[in-house]
Protein backbone atom coordinates (compact mmCIF):
# COMPACT_ATOMS: atom_id res chain seq x y z
CA UNK A 1 0.00 0.00 0.00
CA UNK A 2 2.84 2.30 0.81
CA UNK A 3 4.35 1.83 -3.15
CA UNK A 4 1.09 3.15 -4.06
CA UNK A 5 0.55 6.52 -2.66
CA UNK A 6 4.75 7.49 -3.80
CA UNK A 7 3.14 9.23 -6.68
CA UNK A 8 1.06 11.51 -4.65
CA UNK A 9 4.14 11.51 -2.42
CA UNK A 10 6.02 13.38 -4.67
CA UNK A 11 3.88 16.61 -5.78
CA UNK A 12 4.49 19.33 -4.00
CA UNK A 13 7.95 18.44 -2.59
CA UNK A 14 10.12 21.64 -2.11
CA UNK A 15 13.73 21.44 -2.16
CA UNK A 16 15.83 23.61 -0.55
CA UNK A 17 19.38 24.39 0.24
CA UNK A 18 21.46 23.11 3.00
CA UNK A 19 21.06 25.95 6.09
CA UNK A 20 24.01 28.00 6.32
CA UNK A 21 26.40 28.37 9.38
CA UNK A 22 24.76 28.58 12.67
CA UNK A 23 21.34 27.65 11.54
CA UNK A 24 19.88 24.69 13.02
CA UNK A 25 20.33 21.29 11.49
CA UNK A 26 17.25 20.35 10.15
CA UNK A 27 16.67 16.14 10.72
CA UNK A 28 14.23 13.79 9.72
CA UNK A 29 13.24 10.53 11.93
CA UNK A 30 11.14 7.89 11.05
CA UNK A 31 9.46 7.25 14.57
CA UNK A 32 9.48 9.24 17.92
CA UNK A 33 12.26 7.29 19.80
CA UNK A 34 14.80 8.75 17.33
CA UNK A 35 13.79 12.02 17.21
CA UNK A 36 14.03 11.93 21.32
CA UNK A 37 17.57 10.57 20.85
CA UNK A 38 18.45 12.94 18.04
CA UNK A 39 17.27 16.04 20.88
CA UNK A 40 19.12 14.60 23.22
CA UNK A 41 22.20 14.61 21.19
CA UNK A 42 21.61 17.95 19.35
CA UNK A 43 19.86 20.11 21.79
CA UNK A 44 19.05 23.79 20.13
CA UNK A 45 21.49 23.31 17.33
CA UNK A 46 18.83 20.51 15.65
CA UNK A 47 15.40 21.05 14.33
CA UNK A 48 14.02 17.59 14.63
CA UNK A 49 10.80 16.04 12.86
CA UNK A 50 9.29 12.43 13.12
CA UNK A 51 7.87 11.18 10.25
CA UNK A 52 5.84 9.18 12.40
CA UNK A 53 3.50 10.63 14.97
CA UNK A 54 3.19 10.11 18.97
CA UNK A 55 1.28 7.44 20.11
CA UNK A 56 0.58 5.91 15.80
CA UNK A 57 1.03 2.65 15.19
CA UNK A 58 4.01 2.73 12.98
CA UNK A 59 3.35 -0.91 11.18
CA UNK A 60 0.08 1.12 10.06
CA UNK A 61 1.40 4.44 9.19
CA UNK A 62 1.08 5.99 5.86
CA UNK A 63 3.69 8.53 4.52
CA UNK A 64 1.95 12.07 2.94
CA UNK A 65 2.78 14.85 0.98
CA UNK A 66 3.84 16.65 4.05
CA UNK A 67 6.14 13.92 5.21
CA UNK A 68 7.68 14.18 1.31
CA UNK A 69 8.33 17.59 2.00
CA UNK A 70 10.37 17.20 5.07
CA UNK A 71 12.19 14.42 3.83
CA UNK A 72 13.44 16.57 0.74
CA UNK A 73 14.13 19.30 3.21
CA UNK A 74 16.08 17.57 5.88
CA UNK A 75 20.24 18.02 6.15
CA UNK A 76 20.30 14.70 8.08
CA UNK A 77 17.69 11.27 8.06
CA UNK A 78 17.67 8.81 10.81
CA UNK A 79 16.15 5.15 10.05
CA UNK A 80 15.96 2.59 12.42
CA UNK A 81 16.77 -0.51 9.68
CA UNK A 82 16.08 -3.98 10.24
CA UNK A 83 13.07 -4.12 8.37
CA UNK A 84 11.34 -1.51 10.49
CA UNK A 85 11.12 1.59 8.31
CA UNK A 86 11.59 -0.33 4.83
CA UNK A 87 9.22 2.33 3.55
CA UNK A 88 11.69 5.33 3.89
CA UNK A 89 13.92 4.09 1.34
CA UNK A 90 12.30 5.12 -1.95
CA UNK A 91 11.05 8.28 -0.16
CA UNK A 92 14.58 9.28 0.26
CA UNK A 93 15.37 8.24 -3.08
CA UNK A 94 12.27 9.94 -4.75
CA UNK A 95 12.76 12.72 -2.83
CA UNK A 96 15.61 13.66 -0.71
CA UNK A 97 18.98 15.69 -1.75
CA UNK A 98 21.52 13.09 -3.07
CA UNK A 99 23.65 14.47 -0.64
CA UNK A 100 21.67 13.97 2.19
CA UNK A 101 23.35 11.88 4.54
CA UNK A 102 21.18 8.28 5.78
CA UNK A 103 21.84 6.95 9.08
CA UNK A 104 20.62 3.77 9.68
CA UNK A 105 20.62 3.52 13.95
CA UNK A 106 21.02 -0.21 14.33
CA UNK A 107 24.15 -0.54 11.90
CA UNK A 108 26.30 -3.05 13.05
CA UNK A 109 24.04 -4.54 16.11
CA UNK A 110 23.28 -7.63 15.79
CA UNK A 111 19.53 -9.20 14.71
CA UNK A 112 17.83 -11.43 17.21
CA UNK A 113 15.95 -14.09 15.00
CA UNK A 114 13.19 -15.97 16.91
CA UNK A 115 14.15 -19.83 17.37
CA UNK A 116 10.98 -21.09 17.71
CA UNK A 117 8.12 -20.98 15.14
CA UNK A 118 4.52 -22.10 15.84
CA UNK A 119 3.19 -21.53 12.40
CA UNK A 120 3.66 -17.42 12.54
CA UNK A 121 4.28 -15.78 9.21
CA UNK A 122 7.24 -13.84 9.99
CA UNK A 123 7.43 -10.25 8.82
CA UNK A 124 10.62 -9.54 9.06
CA UNK A 125 13.94 -11.52 9.36
CA UNK A 126 14.11 -10.60 12.75
CA UNK A 127 13.18 -8.54 16.02
CA UNK A 128 14.12 -5.07 15.04
CA UNK A 129 13.19 -2.94 17.99
CA UNK A 130 17.04 -3.21 19.27
CA UNK A 131 16.79 -0.13 21.56
CA UNK A 132 14.77 -2.24 23.85
CA UNK A 133 18.06 -3.01 24.98
CA UNK A 134 19.57 -0.04 26.58
CA UNK A 135 23.16 -0.87 25.47
CA UNK A 136 21.98 -0.62 21.78
CA UNK A 137 20.35 2.64 22.53
CA UNK A 138 23.86 4.15 24.05
CA UNK A 139 24.92 2.38 20.07
CA UNK A 140 22.38 4.51 18.38
CA UNK A 141 23.44 7.78 20.47
CA UNK A 142 26.95 7.06 19.01
CA UNK A 143 25.89 6.75 15.71
CA UNK A 144 23.73 9.85 15.57
CA UNK A 145 26.46 12.37 17.05
CA UNK A 146 29.11 10.86 14.66
CA UNK A 147 26.80 11.88 11.62
CA UNK A 148 25.71 15.53 13.59
CA UNK A 149 29.38 15.74 14.09
CA UNK A 150 30.05 15.09 10.11
CA UNK A 151 27.49 17.84 9.17
CA UNK A 152 28.66 20.66 11.44
CA UNK A 153 32.35 19.63 12.82
CA UNK A 154 32.57 22.97 14.42
CA UNK A 155 29.72 22.07 16.79
CA UNK A 156 31.62 18.58 17.73
CA UNK A 157 32.55 19.94 21.16
CA UNK A 158 28.72 20.75 21.99
CA UNK A 159 27.33 17.62 20.14
CA UNK A 160 29.73 15.25 22.04
CA UNK A 161 29.38 17.02 25.59
CA UNK A 162 25.53 16.08 25.09
CA UNK A 163 26.25 12.71 23.98
CA UNK A 164 28.84 11.93 26.98
CA UNK A 165 26.35 13.24 29.34
CA UNK A 166 23.38 11.48 27.68
CA UNK A 167 25.28 7.88 27.63
CA UNK A 168 25.91 8.68 31.03
CA UNK A 169 22.45 8.74 31.91
CA UNK A 170 21.68 6.02 29.81
CA UNK A 171 24.52 3.61 31.21
CA UNK A 172 23.15 4.13 35.20
CA UNK A 173 19.23 3.57 33.40
CA UNK A 174 21.03 0.21 32.39
CA UNK A 175 22.36 -0.61 36.20
CA UNK A 176 19.13 0.25 37.43
CA UNK A 177 17.19 -1.79 35.50
CA UNK A 178 19.33 -4.35 35.42
CA UNK A 179 19.44 -4.26 39.98
CA UNK A 180 15.44 -3.53 39.86
CA UNK A 181 14.57 -6.89 37.37
CA UNK A 182 17.31 -9.17 39.21
CA UNK A 183 14.55 -9.25 41.97
CA UNK A 184 12.10 -11.28 39.58
CA UNK A 185 11.73 -15.09 40.60
CA UNK A 186 13.62 -16.91 37.51
CA UNK A 187 10.42 -19.05 37.08
CA UNK A 188 7.89 -15.97 36.47
CA UNK A 189 10.77 -14.60 33.95
CA UNK A 190 8.76 -14.88 30.76
CA UNK A 191 7.26 -12.65 28.80
CA UNK A 192 3.68 -13.19 26.74
CA UNK A 193 3.40 -10.51 23.95
CA UNK A 194 1.11 -9.37 21.42
CA UNK A 195 3.66 -9.03 18.56
CA UNK A 196 7.60 -10.02 17.73
CA UNK A 197 8.92 -6.71 19.69
CA UNK A 198 10.98 -7.86 23.27
CA UNK A 199 13.83 -9.95 22.04
CA UNK A 200 16.39 -7.73 22.97
CA UNK A 201 14.83 -6.68 26.15
CA UNK A 202 14.51 -10.08 27.31
CA UNK A 203 18.15 -11.01 26.01
CA UNK A 204 19.47 -8.14 27.65
CA UNK A 205 17.49 -8.77 31.21
CA UNK A 206 17.22 -12.03 31.50
CA UNK A 207 13.58 -13.00 30.45
CA UNK A 208 12.00 -15.22 27.70
CA UNK A 209 10.06 -14.28 25.12
CA UNK A 210 7.42 -17.61 25.49
CA UNK A 211 5.44 -16.66 22.83
CA UNK A 212 3.27 -13.65 20.81
CA UNK A 213 -0.12 -13.80 19.13
CA UNK A 214 1.31 -12.33 15.46
CA UNK A 215 4.58 -12.15 14.04
CA UNK A 216 3.21 -8.98 11.99
CA UNK A 217 0.95 -6.70 13.50
CA UNK A 218 -0.78 -5.41 10.39
CA UNK A 219 -2.13 -9.14 10.43
CA UNK A 220 -5.35 -10.15 12.92
CA UNK A 221 -4.59 -13.44 14.77
CA UNK A 222 -6.50 -16.76 13.15
CA UNK A 223 -8.32 -19.30 15.41
CA UNK A 224 -5.26 -21.33 15.95
CA UNK A 225 -3.22 -18.55 16.98
CA UNK A 226 -5.53 -17.80 19.63
CA UNK A 227 -6.18 -21.40 20.79
CA UNK A 228 -2.34 -21.60 21.32
CA UNK A 229 -1.69 -19.00 23.22
CA UNK A 230 -4.99 -19.79 25.45
CA UNK A 231 -3.04 -23.49 25.77
CA UNK A 232 0.13 -22.28 27.20
CA UNK A 233 -0.82 -19.34 29.35
CA UNK A 234 -3.56 -22.74 30.75
CA UNK A 235 -0.14 -24.29 31.56
CA UNK A 236 1.54 -20.98 33.40
CA UNK A 237 1.46 -20.34 37.32
CA UNK A 238 1.86 -16.77 35.87
CA UNK A 239 -0.61 -15.61 33.35
CA UNK A 240 0.60 -12.14 32.63
CA UNK A 241 0.15 -10.80 29.24
CA UNK A 242 1.77 -8.18 27.21
CA UNK A 243 -0.39 -5.44 25.16
CA UNK A 244 1.46 -2.52 23.63
CA UNK A 245 -0.64 0.70 24.02
CA UNK A 246 -0.27 1.68 20.23
CA UNK A 247 -1.94 -1.32 19.14
CA UNK A 248 -5.59 -1.40 19.87
CA UNK A 249 -6.71 -4.04 17.84
CA UNK A 250 -4.27 -6.14 19.92
CA UNK A 251 -5.29 -5.02 23.54
CA UNK A 252 -8.72 -6.43 22.36
CA UNK A 253 -7.33 -9.58 21.16
CA UNK A 254 -5.41 -10.17 24.55
CA UNK A 255 -8.38 -8.61 26.74
CA UNK A 256 -9.82 -11.50 25.62
CA UNK A 257 -7.51 -14.26 26.04
CA UNK A 258 -6.41 -12.96 29.60
CA UNK A 259 -10.40 -12.92 30.98
CA UNK A 260 -10.50 -16.97 29.16
CA UNK A 261 -7.60 -17.95 31.15
CA UNK A 262 -8.09 -15.55 34.57
CA UNK A 263 -5.00 -13.94 33.99
CA UNK A 264 -4.14 -10.13 34.21
CA UNK A 265 -2.97 -7.79 30.92
CA UNK A 266 -0.21 -4.99 31.26
CA UNK A 267 0.92 -2.42 28.69
CA UNK A 268 4.92 -2.52 27.89
CA UNK A 269 5.92 0.34 25.56
CA UNK A 270 7.72 -0.74 22.52
CA UNK A 271 8.00 1.77 19.17
CA UNK A 272 5.75 4.43 20.32
CA UNK A 273 5.94 7.15 22.62
CA UNK A 274 3.01 9.60 23.79
CA UNK A 275 2.21 12.80 26.13
CA UNK A 276 2.31 10.63 29.37
CA UNK A 277 5.34 8.89 28.38
CA UNK A 278 7.32 11.44 26.35
CA UNK A 279 11.11 10.26 26.63
CA UNK A 280 13.11 6.59 25.57
CA UNK A 281 14.45 7.15 29.41
CA UNK A 282 10.58 7.11 30.76
CA UNK A 283 9.81 4.73 28.51
CA UNK A 284 12.40 2.38 29.83
CA UNK A 285 11.56 3.10 33.47
CA UNK A 286 7.63 2.58 32.78
CA UNK A 287 8.59 -0.92 31.29
CA UNK A 288 10.78 -1.71 34.21
CA UNK A 289 7.75 -1.09 36.57
CA UNK A 290 5.51 -2.94 34.50
CA UNK A 291 7.33 -5.89 34.61
CA UNK A 292 7.97 -5.88 37.99
CA UNK A 293 4.41 -5.08 39.11
CA UNK A 294 3.46 -8.13 36.89
CA UNK A 295 6.20 -11.02 37.54
CA UNK A 296 7.66 -10.06 40.74
Not at 94 to 110: F, K, M, Y
Not at 221 to 239: F, T
Request: hydrophobic share 45%.
Amino acid sequence: MRRAIFALILVGCVFLASPASGQAIRVVTTFPILEDFVEQVGGEQVQVSSLIPRGADPHTWEPTPKDARLVAQGDLIVANGGGFDDWLFALVQNVARPDTPLVIASQGLEVIVPEYDHGHSHHHAGDPHFWLSVPNAISYVEQITEALVGLAPEKAVYFESRARVYSEELVELHAWMTQELSGIPRENRVIVTYHNAFSYLAEEYGFEVAEFLVANPDAEPSPRDLARLVDLLQGMRNRSVFAEPQLASGTRYLQALVDEVHGDLFILYSDSLNEEISTYVEMMKCNTRTLLEALK
